[in-house]
T-cell receptor, first 115, second 113 residues
C-alpha cells in the first residue's frame, strides 16, 4: 500500500519568501498525486493534481508542484508567500487498497507566514 | 467548483445522544467518503460508498454507521455519542475517472460532553 510522508509538520516563512512544502510517496508505478489546502474551520480545497503528462503542475493561488519519479517526490512551491497562504497543507496519493481506489493522505504541514 | 454540503457545521451534544451528520452533493458523483480529522490534522477514512446501497468501512475503525439510499446523500449516524467521538468529520465525493479527485465539504465539528 502507498504511504505519503510530508517532511515538517510546521513550516514558517516570511512574507514574500519562497514557500517549499515537501512530499514523498512510496510507489512502484506512477500514481495520481494531489495537494490540498485547509483553512481554519473549513474542509479541504484542491490546490493542484498530477495525473499524467507534464510533470510541472500549476495550481490555484500561485502554487505549483513538480512530479519527480526518480525521487518519488511531489514538492509544493510558491515563489512569494502571502499572509493569506497561512493554512494546513495536505499531500495525497491515490492507491488501490483491497480492490478500492482511495486517497492516502500525508499527516499535513502547517504553514505560518511571518510579517 | 465543488458543491458538497454538510450540516450542521458545529454540534455540541451530551453523552448518549443519537446524532446524524448530513452530507449532500449536487455533482452526481457516485463515490462518497467520510473522514475523521483529529486535532493534530491527520485525516482518517472511516466510511466510503461507491454508489446507492453500497457502503464500506474505511481504514479507521468507527462506531458510526452510514447509509446511501440516494446518490446525492450520505449521512453518518452515531447511535450513542461519547466524548471520544469529539472530532471534525469531513465528507467528500468523487467520480470514477477524473484522477480520483475528491471534493470536500466544509466539515462538521462535533463536541460530545
Amino acid at each position: 500500500a502507498q504511504s505519503v510522508t510530508q517532511l515538517g509538520s510546521h513550516v514558517s516563512v516570511s512574507e514574500g519568501a519562497l514557500v517549499l512544502l515537501r512530499c514523498n510517496y512510496s510507489s512502484s508505478v506512477p500514481p495520481y498525486l494531489f495537494w490540498y489546502v485547509q483553512y481554519p474551520n473549513q474542509g479541504l480545497q484542491l490546490l493542484l493534481k498530477y495525473t499524467t503528462g507534464a510533470t510541472l503542475v500549476k495550481g490555484i493561488n500561485g502554487f505549483e508542484a513538480e512530479f519527480k519519479k526518480s525521487e518519488t517526490s511531489f514538492h509544493l512551491t510558491k515563489p512569494s508567500a502571502h499572509m493569506s497562504d497561512a493554512a494546513e497543507y495536505f499531500c495525497a496519493v491515490s492507491d488501490r487498497i483491497q480492490g478500492a481506489q482511495k486517497l492516502v493522505f500525508g499527516q499535513g504541514t502547517r504553514l505560518t507566514i511571518n510579517p | 467548483e465543488a458543491d458538497i454540503y454538510q450540516t450542521p457545521r458545529y454540534l455540541v451534544i451530551g453523552t448518549g445522544k443519537k446524532i446524524t451528520l448530513e452530507c449532500s452533493q449536487t455533482m452526481g458523483h457516485d463515490k462518497m467518503y467520510w473522514y475523521q480529522q483529529d486535532p493534530g490534522m491527520e485525516l482518517h477514512l472511516i466510511h466510503y460508498s461507491y454508489g446507492v446501497n453500497s457502503t464500506e468501512k474505511g481504514d479507521l475503525s468507527s462506531e458510526s454507521t452510514v447509509s446511501r439510499i440516494r446518490t446525492e446523500h450520505f449521512p453518518l449516524t452515531l447511535e450513542s455519542a461519547r466524548p471520544s467521538h469529539t472530532s471534525q468529520y469531513l465528507c467528500a465525493s468523487s467520480e470514477f475517472g477524473d484522477g480520483e479527485t475528491q471534493y470536500f465539504g466544509p466539515g462538521t465539528r462535533l463536541l460530545v460532553l
